[in-house]
């Protein structure tokens, strides 16, 4: 299913750069200006206050410095108390002062005045009368100080000009004070000198003493203490402070100068500053206006290259691995493949893992497909060999049935032989008997000739007698010939066996034969699960891998860590089922080898009792021509019984007639008798061969018992295979089923 | 787990049991992902981060370097590139020689391509049990100088191996 896209990467970078790049530069910029502004105004009076203070260091120093040097130099020298009295030290004096002060038009005078009330001034000037030097303000104030003074401003008495002045005491050699020195300075020049002095537009400069008396001032200043700060300016060191003077803002700066303790004050009107930060705030605007639009101008190319460069292939491989998901494995893209990037990357391990899976997963279909073919031919196989093995028990059920036969057709001649032996044991006693009276006979003809009656009642006894053997040897030959039938019956059934053992031992090579190909086939299906267990593992490997992968891709490796996890869940199933089918094989392969031992067994014993049927044949053939014999030698004693019950009627005829013949009677008796004893060895040996017969009847039931069971084990073992191929169809149709599963799966991906 | 290896069967279901409980969690996070696998028979985790791809040991034929420290096994040819291997048994003197096991064990032999700042190497390991989810609450530092820390994930405690000591 494809992800929804709400908000697409280049979405995100755009607001990206728009968070952190063009809102900190709009906060920022407003920041600056904005503080900027408040910067640039404190920076623009700490310049007002600086150039107060610039003016104060460069114009006010200088000139006092100036004034200062010139009165310290001359107030060092001693003689200056008789220039009173020395014209020429006076001229050379005034020239000296005159020349010095020639650069400084805001001096006034130079002038001295002593303590004894003389007073001497450069340029000269007449003085008013009563003029006491010691009265003034310079001098007192000189007087109480040992260094340069400063006066407050005061009316000069020469020109009525409003100055100030610089006095020092002047001493003699002796360290005596003999008056004071001072220069005149005019204060309507230093207010020009100021009013040139501009710190700004509209603002100007004041100078005030430190008793707040105006020295230097605009026009239209007239005192100092019409501020509402003068105070406050009289009270400091220095300061700068916001102040309202006619109806505007200005900036009030003042500093103190340091010899002379005067105040220099600055008044800048604030649209002075204003116009001065109008013009860089104006500045920093267009600068700012210039650094945004470049920004936005980057942030766009930077979205617009990003979406080129990395949202594009992404998509593309979004559409690939969704189409991919869907099962269609020929996806691919080798144009940014070819890419030399981390995108390029990207796509050729995206074409490889795609390329590999289909690989695999045709090599799985392949496979299966010939797992299914292999679990079909073992299926036929296992039919064929559990219809073999019906077929099989069938024939020894048959067999069994005819081994039973046989078994009581055996019996039947045992115990007629036995009959037959018996008959024939009575009928040797009697012929023993028969011999024994013979023999009296035989004796008692050649002892006495007169017992002739004697012999005459015996010769009836020996009719008798011979009339009972005929009856005995018709008995033993209807014996014999029963005998005989049932010998050819035994012979029948034996050749009977002998060709259902025949069948039995083709069905046994046949039935080993299907059993050695039903081996090699497991062997085969174990090399085929050897090559699909290499294949699971592989599977699992590369689920394994797919895993790790969609892992390290994040967010957009979820669907295909489905795909991975799906791949490895199927990998399992094939192990757990590869792990059965090996079982079964294996146990299949058991179950042949004890199949093959036991059908070499059975093979065994039948082939004992083949040669036992053979050898019961023998007996048979050999029992066959005894009782021909038998009959033959019975056939002769008929003849000579006749012959003797001729015989001895003719004897008895003619006994009375013919006694000298008794003698021949005697020979022939003895004739007789050695013809008894003859015939007796030869009934013997009947005898003898009858029981050989019997004991072999015995032997041949022990065998066909031994057969019986034989066959039982077999019909036995046939069914116990029966089964096992049933079990193998069974299992090779499972393996049929997941095969076929394994196919279906496999070919919902397009390959 | 008290043998050396476990019986194949056994293993198999070992990773079964394990595989099913770890692949039906879909959300594994990027930074708290680690990959398990066993050297001899210890559990340890390398970041899914410097993690490559895993390849069977089988699959690839390692030529041995000489002048190399011991542990280096040698290099293989990974799709056109040459990658380093490491057997980190033998680097900690743990067993002498480990081509010569077994080939059921060798069957189990992963080698673990790792990536730390560019460089590729492979690690040799004896089996590799997938993809955790660690518990960063769970963590525990280690002063050893085989592993940084203990890591605690799917109800186990691995041995989280810094790679980048290591290169």
Redesign the interface.
């Given at each position: 299913m494809p992800v929804k896209i709400k908000m697409g990467l280049s979405k995100k970078i755009l607001i990206g750069c728009i968070l952190f790049i063009v809102i900190p530069l709009v906060l920022m910029g407003y920041r600056l200006l904005k503080s900027g502004g408040d910067l640039v105004q404190e920076k623009l009076r700490e310049s007002n206050w600086n150039n107060v203070r610039n003016f104060d260091a460069y114009f006010l120093d200088k000139v006092n410095s100036d004034l200062q040097f010139f009165l310290e130099i001359w107030t060092d020298e001693t003689d200056l108390v008789q220039i009173f009295e020395d014209e020429a030290l006076k001229a050379s004096y005034v020239s000296e002062w005159s020349s010095a002060l020639l650069g400084y038009p805001e001096v006034a005078s130079v002038y001295i005045g002593t303590t004894k009330g003389d007073m001497f001034i450069v340029p000269e000037n007449t003085l008013p009368d009563g003029y006491d030097p010691r009265e003034r303000p310079w001098y007192q104030d000189a007087m109480a100080s040992e260094d340069i003074v400063w006066t407050r401003p005061y009316e000069d008495v020469v020109s009525g000009e409003t100055i100030f002045s610089l006095a020092k005491q002047v001493y003699d050699g002796q360290g005596n004070s003999i008056g004071v020195l001072a220069i005149d300075v005019k204060l309507s020049e230093m207010m020009a000198f100021m009013s040139l002095e501009k710190i700004s537009e509209n603002g100007f400069l004041i100078l005030v003493s430190n008793y707040g008396d105006l020295i230097a001032a605009p026009d239209g200043i007239t005192a100092f203490n019409q501020f509402e700060w003068s105070e406050r300016v009289l009270n400091s060191d220095h300061d700068s402070f916001k102040e309202l003077y006619n109806g505007e803002e200005v900036t009030v700066s003042f500093v103190t100068n340091r010899t002379t303790g005067w105040k220099l004050v600055g008044i800048v009107p604030d649209t002075d500053l204003f116009a001065q930060m109008e013009s860089l705030l104006f500045l920093m605007i267009r600068i700012f206006i210039v650094v945004a639009i470049w920004g936005i101008a980057v942030v766009t190319l930077l979205v617009l290259y990003s979406r080129l460069i990395i949202v594009k292939p992404i998509q593309s491989l979004m559409g690939l691995m969704s189409s991919a998901e869907s099962g269609n494995m020929t996806v691919r893209n080798d144009v940014l493949a070819k890419r030399k990037d981390e995108i390029g990357a990207l796509f050729t391990s995206f074409n490889n893992m795609i390329q590999g899976q289909r690989d695999m997963l045709i090599q799985v279909l392949v496979t299966a497909i010939r797992l299914r073919g292999t679990s079909g031919q073992v299926s036929d196989v296992a039919e064929a060999s559990s219809e073999n093995a019906q077929w099989q028990a069938t024939s020894m059920q048959e067999l069994t049935h005819s081994i039973g036969e046989m078994s009581t057709s055996i019996g039947e001649v045992t115990e007629s032989m036995t009959r037959i032996a018996d008959k024939i044991n009575q009928f040797t006693t009697g012929m023993q008997d028969f011999s024994a009276s013979s023999a009296d006979v035989a004796q008692n003809m050649v002892d006495t000739a007169e017992a002739v009656n004697d012999v005459v009642i015996s010769l009836k006894a020996f009719e008798a007698s011979i009339a009972m053997i005929g009856e005995n040897v018709k008995s033993a030959n209807e014996q014999g010939v029963a005998a005989c039938d049932i010998a050819y019956e035994g012979r029948a059934v034996i050749g009977k066996t002998i060709y259902e053992m025949d069948d039995v031992q083709r069905a046994m090579t046949e039935l080993t034969k299907i059993i050695a190909e039903l081996g090699s086939s497991a062997e085969q299906i174990g090399e085929i699960i050897e090559v699909i267990e290499d294949i699971t593992e592989q599977t699992s490997l590369l689920s394994l891998n797919a895993s790790i992968e969609a892992a390290r891709a994040g967010e957009h490796g979820r669907g295909f860590s489905v795909v991975a996890n799906a791949i490895g869940r199927l990998s399992e199933k094939s192990k757990v089922s590869t792990n059965d089918i090996e079982k079964i094989v294996g146990r299949i392969q058991l179950s042949v080898s004890e199949a093959i031992k036991s059908a070499e067994s059975s093979a065994a014993k039948l082939d004992r009792g083949v040669d036992m049927v053979a050898q019961t044949e023998r007996a048979f053939i050999k029992i066959d021509e005894a009782i021909l014999d038998t009959f033959e030698r019975i056939k002769q004693i008929t003849e000579a019984t006749d012959q003797q019950i001729e015989s001895s009627q003719n004897i008895m005829h003619a006994t009375e007639k013919v006694n000298d013949h008794t003698m021949q009677v005697s020979a022939s008796t003895q004739e007789n008798v050695s013809t008894i004893e003859e015939f007796v060895v030869s009934i013997e040996a009947m005898n003898a061969i009858t029981q050989e017969v019997s004991s072999n009847g015995r032997v041949q039931a022990t065998n066909s018992e031994i057969l019986t069971e034989t066959s039982k084990s077999l019909n036995q073992t046939t069914m116990e295979m029966s089964e096992m191929g049933q079990r193998v169809k069974g299992i090779s149709a499972e393996l049929s089923e997941q095969a076929k599963d394994l196919v279906d799966l496999v070919s919902k991906f397009k390959l | 787990m008290n043998g050396v290896y476990m019986e194949k069967?056994a293993y198999?279901e070992f990773l079964?049991k394990q595989?099913?409980e770890l692949?039906d969690e879909?959300d594994?996070e990027?930074a708290n992902?680690i990959?398990a696998f066993q050297l001899g028979h210890a559990f340890f985790g390398i970041a899914?981060?410097e993690?490559a791809?895993?390849?069977?040991f089988k699959d690839v034929m390692i030529q041995s370097v000489p002048r190399t420290k011991t542990g280096v096994l040698g290099i293989f040819n990974l799709?056109g590139e040459v990658i380093p291997v490491v057997d980190f048994e033998v680097m900690w003197n743990r067993v002498t020689d480990q081509t010569m096991t077994s080939s059921d064990q060798r069957r189990h032999k992963?080698i673990i391509i790792i990536n730390v700042n560019g460089i590729q190497a492979g690690i040799l390991v004896s089996g590799?049990l997938?993809?955790y989810s660690i518990d960063l609450s769970k963590t525990q530092p280690s002063d050893c100088r085989e592993f940084s820390a203990f890591v605690y994930a799917e109800g186990k405690y691995f041995k989280h191996l810094e790679l980048a000591a290591w290169l």
């Open positions: - | 069967e198999w079964q595989s099913g692949w879909a594994i990027d992902c990959l899914c981060a993690i791809e895993v390849v069977r799709r992963r590799v997938g993809l």
